[in-house]
């Protein structure tokens, strides 16, 4: 088996599942407990309130979906790649952001009874599974082409 193989077939499924399950978490605490996740998007101080709503009900099911896709749906794992990568490089930026503002938050990724303050733990959580993606779209893409020619 080369390394193609083998990247194919335990790595990219692994991985994939990995970032999907994350995702399902998220997303099913976040549904479970609607206002303390509203709450926690409010905190961030970025949006106003009908935005929030807006967010509030997007976000995990987006989040769910995306997850599910990772999970359940092989044919559309590079699109679920791509998607997370964005979703998780956004959700990096904005804890960047509301860092350098000073804001003392939780970050609300994992349901508000969770206590995860905005911090490098938590962005370099973020970060790395934005990375993640990343590294996995460029091989996927890699592989592809060559299976082409």
């Given at each position: ?24 978490k ?5 549904l ?65 952001v ?34 993640a ?17």
């Amino acid at each position: 088996m080369n390394d193609n193989q083998r990247f194919m077939n335990w790595y990219l499924p692994i991985t994939s599942l990995s970032i999907g399950l994350v995702l399902v978490k998220s997303a099913i605490l976040h549904l479970e407990n609607s206002y303390a996740f509203l709450a926690s998007i409010y905190a961030y101080d970025i949006v106003g309130p009908r935005v929030g709503v807006a967010l509030a009900a997007i976000i995990p099911q987006v989040q769910l979906n995306l997850g599910l896709i990772l999970i359940f749906f092989p044919r559309l794992r590079y699109f679920g790649l791509n998607v997370a990568q964005v979703v998780f490089a956004l959700f990096t930026i904005i804890q960047v952001v509301t860092l350098m503002r000073g804001l003392n938050i939780d970050c609300g990724c994992f349901g508000s009874s969770v206590g995860n303050p905005i911090g490098w733990k938590s962005i370099g959580f973020a970060a790395t599974l934005s990375l993640a993606s990343t590294c996995l779209i460029s091989r996927v893409r890699s592989i592809s082409r060559r299976l082409d020619t």
